[in-house]
């Protein structure tokens, strides 16, 4: 099994930046991060392939996240800019199988799953 650690989270206010990394023990195919408020049910934010030429974003973080990755590191990379506090949740990442697996959307594609790391965004 693919095991993923986050890092990066913190407290920091409104109109900062953060970048979260998840580093994968095992090759890291199409890489995700999704995000869980308080009362809230988890809610995808980005996706990316395995080649970084395709990727996806969750309209609330478009022009303001990007992801990235470096897979001679087995890491995935997301930057976060322009935070606002309706960002602040527990982010996690997680891995989908196949080499030509595409950067969906949906919770159910992925297998494998990080701890989360909080990010805090105060106003």
């Known amino acids: 099994q693919v095991q993923l650690v986050e890092s990066g989270g913190g407290l920091v206010q409104a109109g900062g930046s953060l970048r979260l990394s998840c580093a994968a023990s095992?090759?890291?195919?199409?890489g995700g991060w999704f995000r869980q408020a308080s009362g809230k049910e988890r809610e995808f934010v980005a996706a990316?392939?395995?080649?970084?030429?395709?990727?996806n974003y969750a309209d609330s973080v478009k022009g303001r996240f990007t992801i990235s990755r470096d897979n001679a590191k087995n890491t995935v990379y997301l930057q976060m800019g322009s935070l606002k506090p309706e960002d602040t949740a527990v982010y996690y990442c997680?891995?989908?199988?196949?080499?030509?697996?595409?950067?969906?959307?949906?919770?159910?594609?992925?297998?494998?799953w990080g701890q989360g790391t909080q990010v805090t965004v105060s106003s």
């Open positions: 997680a891995s989908k199988p196949g080499l030509f697996a595409t950067p969906s959307d949906s919770i159910y594609e992925y297998q494998n």
């Open positions: 095992g090759r890291y195919y199409a």
């Open positions: 990316i392939s395995w080649s970084g030429e395709s990727t």
